[in-house]
């Protein structure tokens, strides 16, 4: 396939999306049901039939799943079915990184200015976001290798902190462990009508063990870590206000 047409059908692909999307929402909307984890098995199937293009057509849909706050995990374990471990990982990781990285500036532009006004009187609140900010590639990269953190919440909410966006962005390997992780779990269900289901982890007694221990290590690791830039920045600010009032 020349590069033109490949455009041609991602293009077409992207039209049929956009216009199939508002006809699904008022299908569910009649039917009074919205059930986005079979809307999703029902996309994985429709990528698994595309052929060559179907790598990028499932990060198309992980990042617009991604901003939409649908679960990622649903398409992280059906990359294991429909690509296999390695392939359905590096998919996985470039799709949620762009759709969590659109998230993160959603939250910023949209958000954070409102989230400034209310606390640009808070010296002690002000004191912490910018020391947040400072470490923010620290903070980023182990919230990510946490899941007591909810993904695409924490992408939203990280953008109205200081944190940069390239901290935010390298930050996103924290990701890869946990992503290899699933896409293999979601390999051996061999079918993606069984993905979801919540007897896939229960089966990898070896995969959910790691995962929780991974994430229990993490958890800990960044509760200790903001807590202490936190309780620094407070002192530093604290220091900062009785200097000023005995100058005063």
């Known amino acids: 396939m020349k590069i033109k ?58 990042i617009v799943a991604t901003v939409a706050f649908l679960p990622g995990s649903v398409l992280t374990l059906g990359a294991g079915v429909v690509f296999g471990i390695l392939k359905g990982s590096i998919y996985v990781f470039f799709g949620a990184t762009i759709g969590a990285t659109l998230a993160f500036l959603v939250g910023r532009y949209l958000a954070r200015g409102w989230i400034s006004k209310k606390i640009a009187g808070n ?75 919540e007897t896939q982890l229960d089966a990898n007694p070896i995969a959910q063990w790691a995962i929780r221990i991974i994430g229990f290590v993490a958890t800990v690791a960044v509760t200790l870590y903001v807590t202490k830039i936190a309780r620094k920045a407070l002192d530093e600010s604290i220091d900062t206000i009785d200097g000023g009032e005995k100058q005063v």
């Open 123 to 197: 010296q002690k609140f002000k004191a912490i976001d910018q020391a947040v900010g400072e470490e923010g590639l620290k903070i980023v990269l182990l919230t990510r290798l946490s899941p007591i953190f909810p993904f695409n919440l924490l992408n939203y909410g990280l953008g109205v902190t200081g944190v940069s966006l390239k901290d935010y962005v390298l930050g996103s390997v924290g990701m890869i462990p946990g992503t290899i992780m699933y896409v293999y779990i979601g390999s051996l269900a061999g079918s993606i009508a069984t993905i979801g289901g």
């Open 5 to 62: 047409d490949l455009r041609i059908v991602i293009l077409l692909l992207l039209g049929v999306m956009l216009f199939a999307a508002p006809a699904q929402a008022q299908s569910a909307a009649n039917s009074g049901s919205f059930h986005p984890q079979e809307l999703l098995r029902n996309a994985l199937q429709w990528v698994d039939d595309l052929g060559a293009i179907a790598p990028i057509a499932f990060m198309l849909i992980y």
